[in-house]
């Protein structure tokens, strides 16, 4: 891939994806593709959360799964950070804690492809955050 | 904070949370006068009057999930560790812009860190939120706006790792036609 450096490399890339089979037919209906958002408060970055966010971005795209990866405030799982809620279309938002390289890895692997539950669940009597 | 890009993720947050809307994070770095300058103003909900000075006590905090607030005291003992200070601006209704500075030739300022990474995360997240990046250097300044990113891709999420892999590189790539120091 050319290397991007202005607005209009960006732009050529977009018709690229929009040719690619990619997320065309995802992009209006966000909530049909997996979505991963880490918290990202004080808590959350102090214990590495930006490290798992661009773990996650690089990780997906190599591993080529469609994915949205955002970034949210504290959900107040402090002792647990980095955390991250996973949304896997049609099933309920899952909260994961003490999320590293490691786990992060697991859940691409093992919850996101497989659907297989993997440790480090913060149980829920729990409100999604729904921003 | 391991580096300064994670000390501006984590205010700008704040903003988030104060409900901006526009969202401007500039970075002055200056060999000549020996200084890097961070602003970061919102037109967020502001801060109290009486509140203004209770905002950089770590104990102090609007939150009720947890009794602490560390964001602004880790930043502003940091920029004073480099020579540095950090102010608060803000009127409620209008905005809060938080200036903070360090000498930077200084050994106890922290580096820069992935500022591209730290704006792109942002702009990807709160995609309603106009975020404007401003770097300036000796050599010159690059200025980038969410919004024009938003209308080149016209409906397809920032938030897809190809686009913020390479909206980073963009950045990263102009940053360093600017010579910025880490």
């Given at each position: 891939?050319?290397?991007?450096?202005?607005?209009?490399?960006?732009?050529?890339?977009?018709?690229?994806?929009?040719?690619?089979?990619?997320?065309?037919?995802?992009?209006?209906?966000?909530?049909?593709?997996?979505?991963?958002?880490?918290?990202?408060?004080?808590?959350?970055?102090a214990?590495?959360a930006?490290?798992?966010?661009?773990?996650?971005?690089?990780?997906?795209?190599?591993?080529?799964?469609?994915?949205?990866?955002?970034?949210?405030?504290?959900?107040?799982?402090?002792?647990a950070?980095?955390?991250?809620?996973?949304?896997?279309?049609g099933?309920?938002?899952?909260?994961?804690?003490?999320?590293?390289?490691?786990?992060?890895?697991?859940?691409?692997?093992?919850?996101i492809?497989?659907?297989?539950l993997?440790?480090?669940?913060?149980?829920?009597?729990?409100?999604?955050?729904?921003? | 904070?391991?580096?300064?890009?994670?000390?501006?993720?984590?205010?700008?947050?704040?903003?988030?949370?104060?409900?901006?809307?526009?969202?401007?994070?500039?970075?002055?770095?200056?060999?000549?006068?020996?200084?890097?300058?961070?602003?970061?103003?919102d037109?967020g909900?502001?801060?109290p009057?009486?509140r203004?000075?209770?905002?950089?006590?770590?104990?102090?905090?609007t939150?009720?999930?947890?009794?602490?607030?560390?964001?602004?005291?880790?930043?502003?003992?940091?920029?004073?560790?480099?020579?540095?200070?950090l102010?608060?601006?803000?009127?409620?209704?209008?905005?809060?812009?938080?200036?903070?500075?360090?000498r930077?030739?200084?050994?106890?300022?922290?580096?820069?860190?992935?500022?591209?990474?730290?704006?792109?995360?942002?702009?990807?997240?709160?995609?309603?939120?106009?975020?404007?990046?401003?770097?300036?250097?000796d050599?010159?300044?690059?200025?980038?706006?969410?919004?024009?990113?938003?209308?080149?891709?016209d409906?397809?999420?920032?938030?897809?790792?190809?686009?913020?892999?390479?909206?980073?590189?963009?950045?990263?790539?102009?940053?360093?036609?600017?010579?910025?120091?880490?």
């Amino acid at each position: 891939m050319t290397k991007i450096r202005t607005l209009d490399d960006l732009r050529n890339l977009r018709t690229n994806l929009r040719q690619g089979m990619d997320m065309r037919e995802n992009a209006d209906n966000p909530d049909s593709v997996v979505q991963i958002k880490v918290a990202m408060a004080t808590c959350g970055i102090a214990s590495g959360a930006k490290k798992t966010m661009d773990f996650f971005v690089t990780e997906l795209r190599k591993r080529q799964i469609t994915a949205l990866v955002t970034q949210t405030g504290c959900m107040g799982y402090c002792y647990a950070e980095p955390t991250i809620e996973v949304t896997i279309p049609g099933k309920t938002p899952v909260v994961f804690g003490n999320v590293t390289e490691n786990v992060a890895d697991e859940i691409i692997e093992k919850y996101i492809k497989k659907g297989e539950l993997v440790d480090g669940i913060i149980p829920q009597t729990f409100n999604p955050i729904d921003k | 904070m391991k580096d300064l890009s994670l000390h501006i993720l984590d205010i700008a947050e704040n903003s988030i949370r104060g409900k901006a809307t526009q969202l401007a994070i500039e970075i002055v770095q200056s060999r000549t006068n020996d200084m890097l300058t961070i602003k970061i103003a919102d037109n967020g909900t502001g801060i109290p009057a009486d509140r203004l000075e209770t905002v950089t006590d770590p104990f102090y905090t609007t939150r009720t999930t947890r009794k602490m607030g560390l964001g602004l005291p880790l930043l502003q003992m940091n920029a004073e560790m480099a020579d540095g200070s950090l102010t608060i601006n803000s009127t409620e209704g209008v905005g809060t812009k938080v200036i903070v500075n360090f000498r930077l030739s200084h050994l106890n300022r922290q580096p820069l860190g992935d500022v591209a990474g730290v704006v792109v995360g942002l702009a990807a997240s709160y995609e309603n939120v106009n975020l404007t990046f401003n770097f300036e250097t000796d050599k010159g300044t690059y200025q980038l706006i969410s919004h024009d990113i938003k209308t080149i891709l016209d409906g397809h999420p920032m938030s897809d790792p190809q686009i913020m892999e390479a909206l980073s590189e963009m950045i990263r790539e102009n940053l360093k036609d600017l010579e910025i120091t880490q």
